[in-house]
C-alpha cells in the first residue's frame, strides 16, 4: 500500500495497493495474449478507437485535473493543460495506423518490401512530476503502432494514470491492451526489465535509475527510450528584449515548482548587463505567485513530499541568496522561488538538478564563453537563449549540445515536434513524426518474382 499525500496540505488523499511480482507476471502474460488481437484491429478501426479514448478524456478533463490538482499540487492551469496534451497526443497519433507505411526498394528478380512491425508488449515507467503527459508521450504511440502497454505510475501519483487506464475501457479498447500497474519500482519496474515478454522500456526519471534500466535491458538486448535529468541553461545576451527576457525566465524555471526536467536553473547573463538584468528579474520573481493550486491565479504550487521538500532546501544553506519570491506559511511542502549567486561553476547548486524553485545565476563574457559554460554538464535536455542577433541564434543554437532549444522563448514541447535529450539526459526521442517509429522493428521481406 502507497500513501497518497495532497502535497498543498499533506492531507492523506488515499492509499493505492501496489502490484507485487506474482501480479506484475500476471498483467505482463495478459497483455502477450492481448497483443495479437490489437495488432490486427484494422489501421482504421485501431485509428477510430484512439480518437475515441480522446474523446473520452476531454469529457473528463476537469476530473482528471482536479486529481492531479490533489495528488500532484500542480495548478489547475497547468493540470488542464496536462490532461488536454493526453487528449491532444491521442488525436495526433490516432492519425497514424493508416499512415504507418513501409518501403518498396527495387530490386532485381523481385519485390523487396519493408513493414513497421510492432514489437509487443512495451513497458512504460512514469515519474511523479507531469503524471499524465509523460505517461502519453509513451502510451499513445506505443499502442497507435501496435503495441500492447503496462504503465506503472510514480509510488507518489499513480491516480491519473489509474483513471486514464478506466477511460481506456470506457472508450472500447479490448481489455489488457492497456494496463495501469500502480507499484515500486523496485518490483513491478524492475521485472519490466527482465521479464522476456517485455520487449520494450519507455522510461522517464532519473539519470541514475535510467542507467541502471538500460544496464539491465542489455541482456536481453530489450529497446530502449529514455528521458532523464537536466540542467539546462538559459543564456541572455546584451542585445536581447531584456525585458522579454526577464519577464519568461520565473515561469521557465520555477512552472511546476521547478520540478521540471526542462527547467532553466542555470542562468547565464552576459556581464555588461549582469547588474541590470538580475534588477529587472527580482521584481518579477516577487510576483510569481505561490498558492493553494486550485485557484486560477496559481502560478505554482507545493513540492511533491516532505522529503523532497528538505533535498531542495539543502541546495540554499550555505549558498549566496540573491533574492527570494513568496510562498503560503503553513502545512504543505511549500518552497518559495529562489535566486542564488553561483560563486564558481564547481557549486552543488550550480552543477545538480535541483527539481526545485531555485535558480543559479552567473555572468559570461562573450558568445564563445555561453557556449562553453552552456555545455560544462553531464546533462543536455533543453535550453534558451535570448538575442536580436539572427546570426548568433542561429550559431549558439548549434552550438548548445541539448535536444530542445528555444530562441527569444522558453517553450519545449510541442506533442507535434521532438522532444528528447543529448548526452545524458536521454536516449531516443518522443512526440513528433519519428517517435512512432521507436515502437516498431524494421522487417525487410523479398519476394521473388521469377517463375
Ligand atoms: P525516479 O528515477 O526515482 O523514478 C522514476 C520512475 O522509475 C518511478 O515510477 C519509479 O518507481 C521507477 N523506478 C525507480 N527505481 C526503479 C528500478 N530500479 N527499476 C525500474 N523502475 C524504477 O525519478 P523521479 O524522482 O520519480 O523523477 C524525477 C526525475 O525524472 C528527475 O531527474 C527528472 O529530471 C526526470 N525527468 C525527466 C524527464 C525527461 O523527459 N527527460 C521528464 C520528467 C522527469
Redesign the pocket.
Known amino acids: 500500500m502507497a500513501d497518497v499525500i495532497d502535497p498543498s496540505t499533506g492531507v492523506l488523499l488515499t492509499r493505492v495497493p501496489g502490484m507485487g511480482l506474482a501480479e506484475t507476471d500476471a498483467a505482463i502474460d495478459r497483455a502477450q495474449r492481448a497483443f495479437d488481437g490489437w495488432r490486427n484491429v484494422a489501421p482504421g478501426d485501431r485509428a477510430r478507437l484512439l480518437r475515441r479514448f480522446a474523446t473520452v478524456v476531454d469529457e473528463h478533463l476537469d476530473e482528471l485535473a482536479d486529481l492531479e490538482v490533489r495528488n500532484a499540487g500542480h495548478t489547475v492551469g497547468n493540470a488542464r493543460w496536462e490532461a488536454g496534451n493526453v487528449r491532444d497526443v491521442l488525436n495526433y497519433y490516432a492519425g497514424a495506423p493508416e499512415r504507418l507505411s513501409g518501403r518498396q526498394i527495387p530490386v532485381a528478380g523481385g519485390i523487396d518490401v519493408t513493414f513497421h512491425e510492432p514489437l509487443g508488449v512495451v513497458g512504460i515507467?512514469?515519474?511523479?512530476?507531469?503524471p499524465m503527459p509523460?505517461a502519453g508521450w509513451g502510451f499513445v504511440p506505443a499502442l497507435a503502432a501496435g503495441n500492447t502497454v503496462v504503465l506503472?505510475?510514480?509510488?507518489?501519483t499513480p491516480l491519473t494514470a489509474i483513471r486514464l487506464g478506466e477511460l481506456a475501457l470506457e472508450a472500447g479498447l479490448p481489455p489488457d491492451v492497456f494496463q495501469v500497474l500502480p507499484?515500486?519500482?523496485?518490483v513491478?519496474?524492475?521485472r519490466?526489465?527482465t521479464h522476456p515478454a517485455v520487449r520494450k522500456i519507455c522510461?522517464?526519471?532519473?539519470?541514475?535509475?535510467?542507467k541502471?534500466?538500460m544496464a539491465?535491458a542489455s541482456d536481453q538486448v530489450k529497446r530502449v527510450t529514455?528521458?532523464?535529468?537536466?540542467k539546462s541553461a538559459n543564456i541572455v545576451f546584451a542585445d536581447a528584449d531584456l525585458d522579454k527576457a526577464a519577464a519568461a525566465t520565473p515561469a521557465s524555471v520555477f512552472d511546476n515548482a521547478g520540478?521540471?526536467?526542462?527547467a532553466r536553473s542555470r542562468l547565464l547573463v552576459q556581464e555588461s548587463v549582469y547588474d541590470k538584468f538580475l534588477s529587472m528579474l527580482e521584481p518579477a520573481v516577487q510576483a510569481f505567485r505561490v498558492e493553494e493550486p486550485s485557484g486560477d491565479t496559481a502560478e505554482m504550487g507545493p513540492l511533491i513530499s516532505a522529503g523532497?521538500r528538505a533535498t531542495v532546501a539543502s541546495y540554499v544553506e550555505d549558498a549566496d541568496v540573491a533574492f527570494t519570491g513568496t510562498a503560503p506559511d503553513g502545512d504543505g511542502w511549500w518552497f518559495p522561488p529562489t535566486v542564488l549567486l553561483a560563486r564558481s561553476t564547481g557549486d552543488r547548486h550550480w552543477r545538480e538538478?535541483v527539481?526545485g524553485p531555485v535558480l543559479s545565476v552567473l555572468p559570461f563574457r562573450d558568445e564563445q564563453d555561453a557556449i562553453r559554460l552552456a555545455n560544462d554538464t553531464s546533462y543536455g535536455?533543453s535550453g534558451s537563449l535570448w538575442t536580436r542577433d539572427l546570426g548568433r541564434a542561429l550559431r549558439v543554437s548549434r552550438a548548445v549540445e541539448t535536444g530542445a532549444l528555444s530562441v527569444n522563448s522558453h517553450s519545449s514541447v510541442r506533442y507535434w515536434t521532438p522532444?528528447?535529450?543529448m548526452k545524458q539526459?536521454?536516449l531516443g526521442r518522443?512526440l513528433g513524426p519519428d517517435a512512432l517509429l521507436s515502437f516498431t522493428d524494421v522487417k525487410n521481406v523479398f519476394i521473388n518474382t521469377d517463375s
Open positions: 515507467i512514469v515519474p511523479w512530476n507531469f509523460i506503472k505510475p510514480a509510488e507518489l507499484g515500486k519500482g523496485s513491478v519496474g524492475q519490466f526489465v522510461f522517464t526519471g532519473s539519470t541514475e535509475v535510467g541502471s534500466i539491465g529514455l528521458e532523464l535529468g537536466g520540478q521540471d526536467c526542462c523532497h538538478e527539481f535536455l522532444f528528447g535529450g539526459s536521454g518522443e
